[in-house]
T-cell receptor, first 116, second 115 residues
Framework: GAVVSQHPSRVICKSGTSVKIECRSL??????MFWYRQFPKQSLMLMATSNEGSKATYEQGVEKDKFLINHASLTLSTLTVTSAHPEDSSFYIC????????????FGEGSWLTVV | AQKITQTQPGMFVQEKEAVTLDCTYDTSDQSYGLFWYKQPSSGEMIFLIYQGSYDEQNATEGRYSLNFQKARKSANLVISASQLGDSAMYFC????????????FGSGTRLQVQP
């Protein structure tokens, strides 16, 4: 079964509104989670590293005021897309790892965001 | 600088044949991990195979094997006996063991298996 759960899997929102995506680690505590964005026919690009109990670390070019990340507990990180615009329409996916090395990376199911 | 390079945007293979998907990487770390993922149209990331930089033998997982050539910095995925269900996007990724623990992905290869 899934060890990282992401919700919602699909969401449609109106331009100018905000939408929240949740990423939960089910069987382990994740002090660090990662958020990726994937535009159609492109690769996954890291948006930010979500750190439990502290501020997220954003990649260059990612607007921290637009993509709010909260990691208030060891099992939950949330990504809020604020004042969404059609160009924010994308596939968002989270991941978490149990250890620094090895094959210990688990992905959520991903969320398809459509802004109309 | 691009750390993961996949030079094949698309590949075709006949059902039951083998196919190799290319991946080269660049890192100055001595310790790192290399991953291959399959992404069907649903978007989920399906883990296929993993190779650690210190692993002496090439990784194998069922029909998947990783041709790891460390000196050349290549980590090609070999899929044997292709099946129609193998049609998908395939991503090579790397995680360096120093610094952040995020994956860096290549641009992907779209594989189409033909009957």
């Amino acid at each position: 079964g899934a060890v990282v759960s992401q919700h919602p899997s699909r969401v449609i929102c109106k331009s100018g509104t905000s939408v929240k995506i949740e990423c939960r680690s089910l069987d382990f505590q994740a002090t660090t989670m990662f958020w990726y964005r994937q535009f159609p026919k492109q690769s996954l690009m890291l948006m930010a590293t979500s750190n439990e109990g502290s501020k997220a670390t954003y990649e260059q070019g990612v607007e921290k005021d637009k993509f709010l990340i909260n990691h208030a507990s060891l099992t939950l990180s949330t990504l809020t897309v604020t004042s969404a615009h059609p160009e924010d329409s994308s596939f968002y996916i989270c991941s978490a790892s149990i250890a620094r090395t090895g094959n210990t990376i688990y992905f959520g199911e991903g969320s398809w965001l459509t802004v109309v | 600088a691009q750390k993961i390079t996949q030079t094949q945007p698309g590949m075709f293979v006949q059902e039951k044949e083998a196919v190799t998907l290319d991946c080269t990487y660049d890192t100055s770390d001595q310790s790192y991990g290399l991953f291959w993922y399959k992404q069907p149209s649903s978007g989920e990331m399906i883990f296929l195979i993993y190779q650690g930089s210190y692993d002496e033998q090439n990784a194998t997982e069922g029909r998947y094997s990783l041709n790891f050539q460390k000196a050349r910095k290549s980590a090609n995925l070999v899929i044997s006996a292709s099946q129609l269900g193998d049609s998908a996007m395939y991503f090579c990724a790397m995680r360096e063991h120093t610094g952040r623990r995020a994956l860096t992905f290549g641009s992907g290869t779209r594989l189409q298996v033909q009957p």
